[in-house]
């Protein structure tokens, strides 16, 4: 099947062949169709499978087709790093007479601002930025016609709801509504369906299914010794490009900055960071100039990086859906991955929740220096950072040594 097979235009199918999209995925094969004649869709995919050209091609076909003037698009996502693939994505598909801009927190507002006097077909944001210039009067929103809202399990959560029912109050009540997430609970789709009209529902993957293209494997260990475990993998094993996910920034920082004292090439990612060393992490991650990516949940959702070919849990995910999303950066499009979680006592309830939402047995490999041990001793703050709290101080340490 070729994408013209799906109601593209002949222009728009070729412009997916030039770029090497020569099949559709199957989240596109059943999403664009609903979107082309018009409904409202849910669509559920695994991670990795296409569901931003899912959206973006049946509307640059919609604002080609019948032109007019105003922001006509809007995608709203949790994170600047999604924004700002989603915008490049937009850019290699649509046609430079349909200018998108990106709306995002920590970028220079003027620059928004004069960006969106020059006029914009498609707006791509986050909802805190979004806000500011819906308040502002920056933005208008009354001829938005397709409201997308990308990775709505995380975008209808209690954070984002009530800037999302500001959003909802600004655009016209007459408009396509599209819903893409790789997760959804039976509430939060309840809750969609509230905001929606009749929506068509697209699921190509039983919900909350990891990828079959990733490995898991879990390393039971010592909360005092994670930190050198950690630093066993990556110094005996040839892992070409890695994501370690943290719950804290303050552990992503902690971890970056260790892994640098030992001379491995290591970025990082949380909110913490400017959004210029953001996006200068995500380069380096993506031209190889770093071998490990060092990062909390804010790049767990939906960023699209080539080639990643392990992604460690140095913590458990708090939401068993956050781990779902974690390992979808890698084994993705057809790739093989693989995924490793570092499970301390404390953490073995979460894994069993895991374990439940993916209807997956995730196998458990002790590794000889590292067996699971009771990590209380006094003084010892029980941080899942594996060090005390107290500690401020970076040195290296050897691997196998016991960290605190």
């Known amino acids: 099947m070729k994408f013209n097979d799906l109601g593209l235009h002949e222009k728009l199918a070729l412009r997916c062949e030039s770029l090497n999209f020569t099949e559709p995925t199957p989240i596109q094969k059943r999403a664009i169709p609903v979107i082309l004649k018009g409904a409202d869709l849910i669509g559920c995919a695994e991670t990795g499978t296409g569901k931003t050209a899912a959206f973006l091609l049946p509307a640059i076909q919609k604002l080609t087709s019948r032109p007019a003037p105003g922001a006509r698009v809007l995608v709203i996502a949790p994170t600047r790093e999604l924004v700002s693939q989603i915008e490049d994505a937009y850019r290699q598909f649509a046609p430079k007479k349909l200018p998108c801009v990106s709306l995002i927190g920590g970028a220079n507002m003027k ?34 016609e397709i409201l997308v809202l990308d990775e709505a399990d995380r975008m209808l959560d209690m954070g984002f709801l009530p800037a999302i029912r500001k959003v ?31 929506p068509e529902t697209v699921e190509v993957s039983r919900q909350n299914r990891t ?14 010794s994670k930190t050198a475990l950690l630093i066993d993998l990556l110094e005996k094993n040839s892992f070409e490009r890695v994501i370690v996910f943290t719950r804290t920034k303050r552990g992503a ?4 900055h260790i892994l640098t004292a030992r001379d491995m090439s290591a970025g990082e990612i949380h909110s913490d960071r400017s959004q210029p060393q953001r996006e200068r992490a995500l380069k380096d991650f993506r031209q190889g100039k770093t071998r490990v990516l060092v990062a909390t949940d804010i790049a767990a959702r939906g960023i699209d990086i080539d080639s990643v070919s392990h992604v460690i849990n ?20 057809g790739n093989l991955g693989e995924a490793i979680t570092l499970v301390t006592p404390v953490e073995e309830r979460s894994m069993r929740d895991i374990e439940r939402l993916t209807e997956q047995k995730i196998e ?27 500690s401020s101080s970076f ?5 196998g040594q016991t960290v605190g």
């Open 111 to 144: 620059r928004q601002c004069d960006a969106l006097r020059r006029g914009a077909s498609v707006l791509v944001a986050t909802p805190g930025r979004l806000l500011d210039h819906v308040e502002r009067g920056t933005v208008d929103l009354s001829n938005i």
């Open 168 to 198: 909802l109050a600004r655009v016209p009540e007459k408009r396509q509504t599209l819903l893409f997430s790789a997760t959804m609970s039976p509430s939060i789709r309840e809750l969609a369906r509230s905001v929606m009209n009749r």
């Open 211 to 224: 990828a079959r293209t990733v490995k898991q494997i879990a390393y039971p260990v010592a909360t005092a």
């Open 253 to 256: 920082e902690r971890l970056a």
């Open 314 to 333: 140095y913590d458990v995910p708090e939401s068993p859906e956050d781990y779902v999303h974690r390992i979808g950066r890698t084994g993705r499009a």
């Open 364 to 390: 458990r490999v002790v590794r000889p220096g590292f067996e699971q041990k009771p990590s209380f001793r006094p003084g010892f703050s029980g941080s899942v950072s594996g060090m005390p709290k107290k």
């Open 395 to 399: 040195r290296p340490f050897r691997a």
